[in-house]
Nanobody, 120 residues
Framework: QVQLVESGGGLVQAGGSLRLSCAAS????????MAWYRQAPGKKRELVAH?????NYADSVKGRFTISRDTANNTVYLQMNSLKPDDTAVYYC????????????????WGQGTQVTVSS
């Protein structure tokens, strides 16, 4: 009923920038919050940035990454600057506590992930 499609990942050299996009579509009435997570090989998935009424960031990305939302179009972006090899991971977006037009209930929906690789 809800699909999230990420784009913008790729290969970049250390110090470079990438901008990730995630568009949610389907029977959406409202989305409470949107966020970006990442998972590196052999590591747990971790929160990178969260956007609700305010924004929050992992300490490791503060000052380098910026999350923004286009609420009218159910889209979230992640601007990543000064990238480091440690930022290499699959990045996932999530739409949190989504209310559907088709019925009650709150549910989170995840995208399929986009690979970000930062070379040294």
């Amino acid at each position: 009923q809800v699909q999230l499609v990420e784009s913008g990942g790729g290969l970049v050299q250390a110090g470079g920038s990438l901008r990730l996009s995630c568009a949610a579509s389907g029977s959406i009435f409202s989305i409470n919050a949107m966020a970006w997570y990442r998972q590196a090989p052999g590591k747990k998935r971790e929160l990178v940035a969260h956007a609700a009424s305010s924004t929050n960031y992992a300490d490791s990305v503060k000052g380098r990454f910026t999350i923004s939302r286009d609420t009218a179009n159910n889209t979230v972006y992640l601007q990543m600057n000064s990238l480091k090899p440690d930022d290499t991971a699959v990045y996932y977006c999530v739409a949190e506590r989504v209310i559907l037009t088709t019925g009650p209930g709150l549910k989170d929906y995840w995208g399929q992930g986009t690979q970000v690789t930062v070379s040294s």
